[in-house]
């Protein structure tokens, strides 16, 4: 099927780039990433959102709580503390995206606040943000995944270097340079039984000479004649046969 593709460009948190080839059926995506930095005395992970979800966080998840803001330029630094102090976070809020690590109790006293907040450098841009360590030496940093994601479709992509070895044995069916496996989501029975027969009860893999990317059409089998419709069905062809994903570190 013959698809008109739109090609974006995004920042991994990594300061890796992106170009992601996606069929306009697919819809606009919400872009989120992840990351983790290693060096001696710190090993954080840390997650990337659109600018304004952490408003959830005094709201939803420290009701109550405590919340301390910093401004820097061009960004401003926010504490959040659960009342009963069970929890707490950090986040890199910037003009377009935002970075949070999580602490896994109190937060940490300031020196060692501020200890981290000099180990790594923020920047952010309309295409993404990324959060570095400013030392290299010693240090690594790994895991880096840049999501895409609306109520259509779910795509995931990683650096082919990091990933390959996640990739089954056997080869996968070739798409051009590409290959492609299938294999079943993890679904209750429930579901499983709803959506089975229908190209919405697999995970797709894709692996490109630099990326390696998975794609999933997220369904729950309880949508009204959602698994016979044929523009649902007919998405699902154009993503499989349009999505590309490069990454250039």
């Not at 109190?106 to 990324?130: I, W, Y």
């Not at 030496?137 to 840049?146: D, K």
Request: glycine content about 10%; proline content about 6%.
């Amino acid at each position: 099927m013959v698809t008109s593709t739109l090609a974006l460009n995004r920042l991994a948190a990594d300061g890796a780039r992106l170009t992601v080839d996606l069929p306009l059926e697919a819809g606009t995506l919400e872009w989120h990433g992840h990351t983790r930095i290693a060096a001696p005395g710190l090993l954080r992970a840390f997650s990337l959102a659109p600018a304004g979800h952490s408003k959830a966080v005094p709201t939803h998840i420290f009701p109550g709580g405590r919340v301390e803001t910093f401004r820097r330029r061009g960004y401003d630094l926010r504490l959040y503390e659960a009342v009963d102090r069970s929890n707490s976070c950090l986040i890199w809020a910037g003009p377009y995206h935002e970075v949070t690590t999580w602490f896994n109790g109190p937060a940490p006293r300031q020196s060692v606040l501020n200890a981290l907040v000099a180990a790594v450098e923020f920047a952010d841009g309309p295409e993404g943000a990324k959060i570095t360590p400013r030392v290299q030496v010693g240090t690594q940093q790994f895991g880096t995944t840049v999501f895409g994601i609306n109520d259509r479709v779910l795509i995931m992509a990683l650096d082919a270097r990091s990933a390959r070895e996640s990739l089954p044995d056997w080869q996968g069916m070739t798409r051009g340079d590409m290959e492609v496996w299938k294999d079943a989501l993890a679904l209750d029975p429930e579901q499983k039984a709803a959506l089975a027969g229908t190209p919405f009860e697999w995970r797709y893999t894709f692996a490109s000479p630099t990326a390696v990317f998975t794609v999933i059409f997220p369904k729950d089998g309880t949508e009204v004649g959602a698994l016979g419709d044929p523009q649902d069905h007919a998405m699902v062809e154009a993503v499989l046969g349009g999505v590309r994903v490069e990454w250039a570190a």
